[in-house]
Each structure stands twice: as structure tokens, then as C-alpha cells.
């Protein structure tokens, strides 16, 4: 099975400053996706980006954007200007181009200092 | 919007007890998925169905059971209920047709097993 791995359990961060998350996989394939979840307080958790593996562009949304180094299968996350909403659990997670079910890291506890 | 909801934030059960996790989706979504989370160890797939009456296990199946009778609705079973088993149960739903769309999630059930 593939398998997710997020080396930092706990980052912090100054508001407006600059984070990275980082993220590693191990896969054989060569076309699947890449996601990145947000889960705050509240438990839902949701999508902060996506990319496709076939991409050689970084995706960006906003002040998240990412960096995909698919060689090194390397897949960071780069949260700019940070705000306090930004605090939450930030999970990683890898899905096969044709397969359904998706793999998750252990996750990263992002806190916000303002 | 996509909404996937799950029918308990918290339960609390008696070891050796069956418990039912019920959760329902209304996006005509094939894929829905149960994971659990705990600590450090992030999400961990149990099961997860592709169509209706359809299962696969995941990485930690022991203990669970699952039921899709119909395409909205995913059932978690825990035959009889231990301590081990107190944790966060997250269910979720994909797209087939979709594939580079994400997972939508519940709001999560947190069980306590005492």
C-alpha cells in the first residue's frame, strides 16, 4: 500500500508570516493525486488544494500553494501571510489515478500566534 | 454543495456492544469510505465501497463490518464494541466519473467504548 508521511507533528507560525508543511510518499506510480486537508476545531475537514501528478505546475489557491517535486515524491505546502483561522490539523494525502481510496498521513498540528 | 453527513457527533457505548455509524451522502457519489482517527496516526481506512453492496477492506478491517444497501447511505458496524475501539470515526465520499475531484467528509463521530 502507499504510504503518506508527514515528519512534523506540530509547526508554528507567526500571523502574517510565512509555513511550510511537509509532506513525502512512496508510490510506484506515475499518474495519481495529491490533496491537502484542513481539519479545524470543528472536525470537518476540508480541501485546501489539489494536484495531479501529470501537472508539472504547482497548484495555488489563494495564499496556499504547494510545491511537487514528483522525483524526490515530495509534496509541501506553503500557507503565506498567516491568519489565525489558518490554525487546524493540515493532513496530507495521496490517491491513485485509477483507484478510489485515498491514503492520509499522520498530520500536522498548524499553530497561529498573533 | 456536497453534504455528507454522519447521523451522531458522539456516542458513548458499553463494551460488547453492537454499534451501528450511519452516514449519508447526496451527491450521487460512488465511493464512500469510512477512516478512523486517532492521534499520531492520523486516518487510518477501514473500509470503503464503490458501488452498492460493494466492499473492500482497508488497513485496519479486524473488528468492523460495513453495509451499503443503498448508494447514499454507508454503515459502519462494530459487532462488539471494546476500549480499543474508542476513537474518531470519519466518513466520506468520491466521484468515480470524477477522479481527480476529492473526498468530502463528514463532521466525524467521536466514540467512547467504557
Known amino acids: 500500500a502507499q504510504t503518506v508521511t508527514q515528519s512534523q507533528p506540530e509547526m508554528s507560525v507567526q500571523e502574517a508570516e510565512t509555513v511550510t508543511l511537509s509532506c513525502t510518499y512512496d508510490?510506484?506510480?506515475?499518474?495519481?493525486?495529491l490533496f491537502w486537508y484542513k481539519q479545524p476545531p470543528s472536525r470537518q475537514m476540508i480541501l485546501v488544494i489539489r494536484?495531479?501528478?501529470?501537472?508539472?505546475q504547482n497548484a495555488t489557491e489563494n495564499r496556499f500553494s504547494v510545491n511537487f517535486q514528483k522525483a524526490a515524491k515530495s509534496f509541501s505546502l506553503k500557507i503565506s501571510d498567516s491568519q489565525l483561522g489558518d490554525a487546524a490539523m493540515y493532513f496530507c494525502?495521496?490517491?491513485?489515478?485509477?483507484?478510489?481510496?485515498?491514503?492520509f498521513g499522520a498530520g500536522t498540528r498548524l499553530t497561529v500566534k498573533p | 454543495d456536497v453534504k455528507v453527513t454522519q447521523s451522531s457527533r458522539y456516542l458513548v457505548k458499553r463494551t460488547g456492544e453492537k454499534v451501528f455509524l450511519e452516514c449519508v451522502q447526496d451527491?450521487?457519489?460512488?465511493?464512500m469510505f469510512w477512516y478512523r482517527q486517532d492521534p499520531g496516526l492520523g486516518l487510518r481506512l477501514i473500509y470503503f465501497?464503490?458501488?452498492?453492496?460493494?466492499?473492500e477492506k482497508g488497513d485496519i478491517p479486524e473488528g468492523y463490518s460495513v453495509s451499503r444497501e443503498k448508494k447514499e447511505r454507508f454503515s459502519l458496524i462494530l459487532e462488539s464494541a471494546s476500549t480499543n475501539q474508542t476513537s474518531m470515526y470519519l466518513c466520506?465520499?468520491?466521484?468515480?466519473?470524477?477522479?481527480?475531484?476529492?473526498?468530502?467528509f463528514g463532521q466525524g463521530t467521536r466514540l467512547t467504548v467504557v
Open positions: 465501497s464503490y458501488d452498492v453492496k460493494m466492499k
Open positions: 508510490t510506484s506510480e506515475s499518474d495519481y493525486y
Open positions: 451527491m450521487d457519489h460512488e465511493n
Open positions: 494536484q495531479e501528478a501529470y501537472k508539472q
Open positions: 466520506a465520499s468520491s466521484s468515480t466519473r470524477l477522479l481527480n475531484t476529492e473526498a468530502f
Open positions: 494525502a495521496y490517491r491513485r489515478y485509477n483507484n478510489n481510496d485515498m491514503r
